[in-house]
């Protein structure tokens, strides 16, 4: 039963490892728990890489009167992804197996080595055998619950003998971040000069659109700065909450961007219908939620046994967040076709459809691919070229926002505006909303 218990804790944490990678120093409290593995952190190391491990208040529980502690069956180690199989094939044929034995572990300490004072410090050298390593507690006596508190710093030594506590697939990051910080500064830039010089066609959702570069801007300025002072001393100084508070405005501008765009809102009708406000009343309340799961996965850490529900919950609500915003995009569609055989007007609502069809193809691949792709990539390349990931990532996102706000930029004869004559020998095109009879139709 023991074995089975392992082997479903190491699974889990096998998966959970592929998709966490922490970087910097840790302060952890453990509570009364009984779990025979815990991961703490994961980190890509290079060369002489470093791992400090200190304890302190260690306490014991045991669920039976009569269990006799062995304090050689608890302790912290380290494991790289390609030794869990390893692992677990090894658990299968091995009698009364304990990871901490393991021959594929890399032990840090065992509580046998605890001494009477209340705190214990103990620092592995990696040494010749870089990799990605995970940090993990073992307590092969699940009928004993353990508390303590656990410091832990993860680090690499560059060439000044200088720490650098960014993982060593990442240590590009605050350039990158940075770099799409001055692009989209540009783009900032570019989109204020049309918006200018465009005032007679500007609508409320270019004010929108204009409010969502200034956020992402921010978003990727604070990661940098979080980044860069993270790999300088271990923590992030503050600009982790700014990072979190201009993700959390980007996140929600950008949902609602594209289901303004999507219902037709400011381009084919002047107000949102009730079944659309309902949806951007359902939409953004979810957002809130998946930021504050997304906050609390990022500090908390996968050693709290709360970590794996909120990613669950963060997976669950993302799901439902990018299923809400096909809905608008359904509407336009369907009643663009439908508009286009019966108000006499067909080729013009045919090019519209087509157009919302472009942009229906664009927002799923943009989704798939920052839900999926990204993960796939992550999957595939080495740890210690983890940047890829993020630059990928970034210029994808790039790519869609150059999508929609040239798509959907103040100009006039813009083929998603509405249109009154079209086809003709001298086309007459119109800026401003559909009127009643339109309205009716769309």
């Known amino acids: 039963m023991e074995n089975l218990i392992f082997l479903q804790s190491l699974l889990a944490i ?29 980190f890509g190391f290079a060369l002489n890489g470093h791992v400090t ?47 901490l034995s393991s021959q594929y572990v890399k032990p840090v300490f065992k509580f046998d080595e605890l001494s009477p004072v209340s705190s214990h410090n103990a620092t592995l050298v990696i040494g010749e ?15 004993f619950h353990v508390s303590m508190k656990v410091f832990t710093e993860m680090y690499n030594v560059d060439g000044d003998e200088e720490k650098d ?6 240590t590009e990051l605050p350039m990158i971040y940075f770099l799409f910080f001055a692009i989209y500064l540009c783009f900032l830039a570019v989109w204020g000069f049309i918006c200018l010089k465009q005032t007679q066609t500007v609508k409320k959702i270019h004010i929108i659109m204009l409010a969502l570069l200034v956020f992402k801007a921010l978003r990727m300025i604070c990661a940098a ?8 001393t271990g923590t992030p100084h503050g600009w982790d909450v700014a990072f979190y508070v201009f993700g959390f405005l980007k996140g929600i501008t950008l949902f609602t961007v594209i289901i303004l765009i999507g219902t037709g809102w400011s ?7 009730e079944r659309e406000k309902r949806l951007l009343m359902f939409a953004i309340p979810l957002q809130v939620m998946e930021n504050i799961a997304a906050v609390v996965i990022a500090e908390t850490g996968p050693a709290k046994k709360e970590w794996l529900v909120w990613n669950e919950t963060f997976l669950l609500i993302d799901v439902v967040c990018c299923c809400t915003i096909f809905f608008p995009i359904f509407w336009s569609i369907r009643s663009l076709r439908e508009a286009s055989g019966t108000d006499g007007k067909a080729s013009r609502n045919l ?10 193809v664009v927002v799923v691949a943009y989704l798939y691919f920052t ?9 595939a390349v080495s740890y210690m070229h983890e940047w890829v990931v993020a630059a990928a990532a970034e210029t994808v996102n790039l790519v869609f926002y150059l999508f929609i706000f040239y798509n959907f930029r103040p100009i006039e004869k813009n083929p998603y505006l509405a249109v009154d004559h079209y086809g003709e020998s001298s086309p007459t095109y119109r800026t401003k909303a559909y009127g009643e009879d339109s309205i009716q139709e769309l």
Do not use: W
């Not at 090019?351 to 229906?360: A, M, P």
């Open 53 to 99: 491990v200190s304890v302190e208040n260690v306490l014991y529980r045991s669920k039976h009167q009569n269990a006799k502690l062995n304090p050689s069956s608890m302790g912290f180690f380290l494991v790289s992804d390609a030794s869990f199989p390893r692992i677990l094939n090894e658990s299968s044929y091995t009698e009364a197996f304990c990871v």
């Open 129 to 143: 055998e870089p990799d990605e390593y995970n940090l993990i507690f073992g307590n092969c006596q699940p009928e």
């Open 225 to 232: 700065e979080d980044k860069m002072f993270i790999r300088k």
């Open 351 to 360: 090019e519209k459809l087509t157009l919302f069809k472009q942009f229906y």
């Open 267 to 273: 381009f084919l009708k002047p107000y949102l219908q």
């Open 14 to 42: 096998t998966i959970l490892s592929f998709n966490y990678s922490a970087c910097e120093i840790k302060k952890t409290n453990i509570v009364d728990d009984s779990r025979p593995i815990i991961l703490f952190e994961r």
């Open 165 to 170: 506590f960014l993982p060593a697939g990442q």
């Open 371 to 379: 839900r999926f792709g990204v993960a796939m990539i992550g999957n």
